[in-house]
């Protein structure tokens, strides 16, 4: 059965850089079937779409509003991906989840997301 | 960024029907992409509910049903049982965007 962890620091000073990765267990992150994506919820509030790529790490879609500071990348050898997220304020303060996006035949949807880890931008 | 629109909240009584809307536009939901529903629970991940609009992933109850109109979706619980007390979000595509958008939520409360 596929699961996917994350891991990385809690806390990130403002003005750093979060980063974060997510293995993937029980199948291969190398599967030409599915992206592989971030979504952060800050608390108490709504879920909102970071960025997804494929196994290849040659294709990638990131949030418009975030591609100035992102960076989504993938280690196969490692059945892991990870996110860096550049210049971090308060605003980024958030749980981060990882989760497998699958083709549904029109869009893509996370059929699979991590449990999620909690990081707070702050000095 | 929620550029859909849902109910902040819903209630109804054990056994009853209750929906859900998500309202969009005509770059996401209007212009024909599929609309996708999560369920939620306190201190948990999101668990996908609803795909291609209408369609239970396997081990989904049958009393979660999904519909989609012109520019709206919905989300429909019939027999509503106290464990359906959950935060509920619709998903989908938007091309002026050019990403995935999640719906704004709905908290789901059974009397």
């Known amino acids: 059965q596929l699961q996917l962890q994350e891991s990385g620091p809690g806390l990130v000073n403002p003005s750093g850089t979060l980063s974060l990765t997510c293995t993937v267990s029980g199948g291969s992150i190398r599967s030409s079937a599915y992206y592989w994506g971030w979504i952060r919820q800050p608390p108490g509030k709504g879920l909102e779409w970071i960025g997804n790529i494929y196994y290849s790490g040659a294709t990638y879609y990131y949030n418009s509003s975030l591609k100035s500071r992102l960076s989504i990348s993938i280690d196969t050898s490692e059945n892991q991906f990870s996110l860096k997220l550049s210049s971090v304020t308060a605003a980024d303060t958030a749980i981060y989840y990882c989760?497998?996006?699958?083709?549904?035949?029109?869009?893509?949807?996370?059929?699979?997301w991590g449990q999620g880890t909690m990081v707070t931008v702050s000095s | 960024q929620s550029v859909l629109t849902q109910p902040p909240s819903v209630s109804g009584a054990p056994g009853q029907r209750v929906t859900i809307s998500c309202s969009g536009s005509s770059s996401n939901i209007g212009a024909g992409y599929d609309v996708f529903w999560y369920q939620q629970f306190p201190g948990t991940a999101p668990k996908l509910l609803i795909y291609?609009?209408?369609h239970r992933p396997s081990g989904v109850p049958d009393r979660f049903s999904g519909s989609k109109s012109g520019t709206s979706a919905s989300l429909a619980i019939t027999g509503l049982q106290a464990e359906d007390e959950a935060d509920y979000y619709c998903q989908s595509y938007d091309n002026s965007l050019s990403g995935y958008v999640f719906g704004t939520g709905s908290k789901v409360t059974v009397l």
């Open positions: 291609s609009s209408s």
């Open positions: 989760a497998r996006v699958m083709y549904y035949g029109t869009e893509d949807a996370f059929d699979i």
